[in-house]
C-alpha cells in the first residue's frame, strides 16, 4: 500500500504525466471525478484544478514546481502594484521588473548553455557549463542533483510568456489584476495547456474563471471528438513516422540515400504539425469539458498561399504573442520600410531562439523571416495577387509548403554537420531511379503521408460538418468511438512513449 502511493505522490522522472500515458488519464478521471462534485461552486472549483495543475506540474516537472509557483508570485504583485500606483515612472520601474525577472530565469535555464558554449568556440576556451541553482541547492539541502547540464523546466516558455502577458497588458491599461493569487495561480497553471500550450492571454481567460460552469450537449460532443482527433494525430500519425523512418534517417543522415532523406524532410513537416496540433486539440478539448473556453492554436497551415498566411495559421498562440508584444512594441511596421523588414527579422529571430538555444534555430528564424521579407515585396508586384484561378492557388501552396519544409532541416536536424549531410544526401545522392524501391519499403509511411494530408487539404466546411455530426451524435454512438480508439491506440502503441516535441521547447 505504501509503495502504491509513493508511486501516486511521488515525482518520477520516467513517468511524467503526459497525454499520451494511462496514469495521466487515470489522474485526469479522478479530478473529473471530484470537479463534478463541486463545479457548480466558482471558488472550490478554482482552489481544486488550482492545487491539482499544481500536482500534475509535480508529477511531470518534479522540483521545478518552485520556479512556477515564484514566476506567479512575482507577476501577481507586480500586476496589483502596477494597477494602484500612479506613478508613471514607479509603473516603468515594476514592468521592467517584471519582465527582467521573468527573461533572466527563462534565459538562464534555456540559453546559459548555449551562450558558454558559443563563447568557447568563438575564444577556444573551456569554461564548464554548471548549474549554480542547482550547486546551491545541494549545499544547503544536502541533495544530490546533476551540477554539469543545466535541465530545462518543463513548459518555462509557455507559462513565462503567460505571465508576462499578465503584467504587461495591466501596464497598458488593457487588464484589471486578478483579486486573489488563487485565481491567478489557476490562470497560469492550469494543466491541460501548462506544459506544452497554447499560450493563453489572461484578457481570454481570467474572466471566465468567475462564470459559471456552462457546457451544451454539442460542445461536450466537440470536446470528446477533439481528444480522440488529438490522440490520433499524436499516436497513429507522429509517433508512427518518427519510428518507422524519421528519428533513423535524421540520427545517421549519411546511411541513407538521397530519397529517404528528402521523404523524411517532408515526413518530419507533418509530423510536427500532427504532433504539436495533436496535443493542443486535446488541451482544448480537456478544457472544454471543464467549460473553460482556449482558442484555437492551428488553422489548417499547410493550407497556407504565403509565408505570411502560414504564419498566421500555425501556432496562432505565440505568433500572436510576438505580434503584440515584440514586433508592435519595436515599431511595427510604422517606420518606414527598412525598419519593417528589420523588425520583422528581429521578431523572426528571436521567435526561432524562443524554440530552442541553438544557432539552428536562429537560422530557421532567420529563414523565415526572410521569406515573410520576400513576400511583402512580391505582393505588391505579383499579377496573381487578385487572381482566383484555382492553378495560381495551388501553386501558391505548393511553394509556400515546399519552402516551410525546407526550413525544418534546421528546425530538427541534429546537429550544423547532420544537416548538411542530409543536405549532401538530397543533393548529390538522389537517384529518381530508386523513388519505386523506397516506396514499396516504406508503404506504410507513404500511405500516412497521402491519408494525413489529403484529410489536412480537406475543405474546412466538410471538416466542420463531420465535426458537428459526431458533436450532435448519440452518446452511445461517442462511446463507441472512444472504444475504438484506444482500442487502436493500444494495438499501435510503441515500445517507448514518445514525448511531444514541443515538451522540449
Do not use: C
Amino acid at each position: 500500500m505504501f509503495e502504491f502511493l509513493s508511486d501516486i505522490f511521488n515525482f518520477n522522472p520516467l513517468k511524467p504525466y503526459i497525454f499520451t500515458r494511462f496514469e495521466f488519464w487515470a489522474f485526469f478521471t479522478v479530478v473529473y471525478g471530484v470537479f463534478t462534485a463541486v463545479h457548480k461552486k466558482i471558488v472550490p472549483r478554482n482552489a481544486f484544478l488550482f492545487l491539482v495543475s499544481l500536482f500534475f506540474y509535480w508529477k511531470t516537472g518534479g522540483l521545478f514546481i518552485t520556479l512556477l509557483v515564484f514566476s506567479t508570485i512575482v507577476d501577481f504583485f507586480i500586476g496589483k502594484k502596477i494597477y494602484h500606483i500612479r506613478n508613471k515612472s514607479k509603473k516603468r520601474m515594476l514592468i521592467a521588473g517584471s519582465i527582467l525577472v521573468n527573461l533572466f530565469i527563462l534565459a538562464y535555464y534555456k540559453y546559459t548553455g548555449f551562450f558558454i558554449e558559443s563563447l568557447n568556440y568563438v575564444l577556444g576556451t573551456k569554461i564548464p557549463v554548471v548549474d549554480l541553482f542547482a550547486t546551491w541547492v545541494n549545499q544547503f539541502a544536502g541533495t544530490h542533483f546533476t551540477i554539469d547540464k543545466i535541465l530545462l523546466p518543463v513548459g518555462i516558455s509557455f507559462y513565462t510568456f503567460q505571465t508576462l502577458s499578465y503584467s504587461i497588458d495591466i501596464y497598458r491599461g488593457k487588464l484589471k489584476p486578478v483579486g486573489s493569487i488563487l485565481d491567478f495561480g489557476f490562470y497560469v497553471t492550469f494543466f491541460p495547456q501548462l506544459v506544452a500550450g497554447p499560450i493563453v492571454r489572461a484578457s481570454e481567460f481570467i474572466p471566465q474563471i468567475y462564470k459559471k460552469f456552462e457546457l451544451s450537449k454539442v460542445e461536450f460532443g466537440l470536446a470528446i471528438f477533439m481528444i480522440i482527433n488529438g490522440l490520433m494525430k499524436k499516436m497513429f500519425v507522429s509517433d508512427y513516422l518518427s519510428v518507422n523512418l524519421i528519428d533513423r534517417v535524421f540520427e545517421s543522415p549519411i546511411r541513407f540515400s538521397g530519397v529517404e532523406n528528402l521523404l523524411a524532410v517532408y515526413a518530419y513537416s507533418l509530423q510536427v504539425y500532427a504532433d504539436f496540433s495533436g496535443y493542443t486539440d486535446i488541451a482544448i478539448g480537456l478544457a472544454l469539458l471543464m467549460g473553460f473556453r482556449l482558442s484555437a492554436n492551428f488553422n489548417s497551415p499547410y493550407k497556407a498561399v504565403s509565408t505570411g498566411e502560414f504564419w498566421k495559421r500555425w501556432h496562432i498562440s505565440l505568433s500572436t504573442w510576438l505580434k503584440d508584444y515584440l514586433y508592435i512594441p519595436l515599431g511595427g511596421n510604422q517606420h518606414g520600410t527598412f525598419r519593417t523588414n528589420l523588425n520583422l527579422m528581429l521578431t523572426m529571430l528571436i521567435g526561432g531562439l524562443w524554440h530552442g538555444a541553438s544557432w539552428q534555430f536562429v537560422i530557421w528564424g532567420g529563414l523565415n523571416g526572410v521569406g515573410l521579407v520576400i513576400f511583402k515585396y512580391w505582393n505588391k508586384i505579383s499579377p496573381f495577387r487578385d487572381s482566383r484561378s484555382w492553378l495560381v492557388r495551388f501553386y501558391a501552396i505548393f511553394l509556400t509548403f515546399n519552402f516551410i519544409t525546407a526550413t525544418r532541416l534546421w528546425f530538427r536536424g541534429e546537429s550544423m554537420s547532420k544537416v548538411n549531410d542530409m543536405m549532401q544526401q538530397i543533393s548529390s545522392a538522389f537517384d529518381v531511379s530508386q523513388i519505386p524501391q523506397v516506396i514499396s519499403a516504406y508503404a506504410g509511411v507513404f500511405s500516412v503521408l497521402i491519408f494525413s494530408f489529403a484529410v489536412h487539404w480537406l475543405p474546412s466546411k466538410f471538416k466542420e460538418r463531420y465535426r458537428m455530426f459526431f458533436a450532435e451524435s448519440p452518446n452511445w454512438m461517442k462511446i463507441v468511438a472512444v472504444l475504438l480508439v484506444v482500442f487502436a491506440i493500444w494495438q499501435v502503441r510503441t515500445a517507448e512513449i514518445q514525448p511531444f516535441i514541443y515538451f522540449a521547447f
